[in-house]
Nanobody, 119 residues
Framework: QVQLVESGGGLVQAGGSLRVSCAVS????????MGWFRQAPGKEREFVAA????????YYADSVKGRFTISRDNAKNTVYLQMNSLKPEDTAVYYC????????????WGQGTQVTVSS
């Protein structure tokens, strides 16, 4: 079992920056990847970024490429999403998720953190 707790959301003006964090506790052995997703009001949840737990660079949705950076600190069991040049359309609840080897999808989710970008 794994627990994911997001933090760092808030209100920011367009063009500003924000960093959200995801603290991971519990089973990290055989973890394959961590991802960030978001859901805006009235919209489907969408993929934002992901990173392999073992290392390497992240990969991103086209809508955030060049503005967002995903990183992880395995010593702290924490995954970060640095968001720069924020736009009002980035407003959403941001969720982190965990995927293990052998799973075809992300099976474990945090409770989400609200990010609001004002114009």
């Amino acid at each position: 079992q794994v627990q994911l707790v997001e933090s760092g959301g808030g209100l920011v003006q367009a063009g500003g920056s924000l960093r959200v964090s995801c603290a991971v506790s519990g089973r990290t052995a055989s973890m394959y990847a961590m991802g960030w997703f978001r859901q805006a009001p009235g919209k489907e949840r969408e993929f934002v970024a992901a990173i392999y737990w073992s290392g390497g660079s992240g990969y991103y949705a086209d809508s955030v490429k060049g503005r967002f950076t995903i990183s992880r600190d395995n010593a702290k069991n924490t995954v970060y999403l640095q968001m720069n040049s924020l736009k009002p359309e980035d407003t959403a609840v941001y969720y982190c998720a965990a995927r293990y080897y052998g799973d075809s999808a992300y099976q474990y989710w945090g409770q989400g953190t609200q990010v609001t970008v004002s114009s």
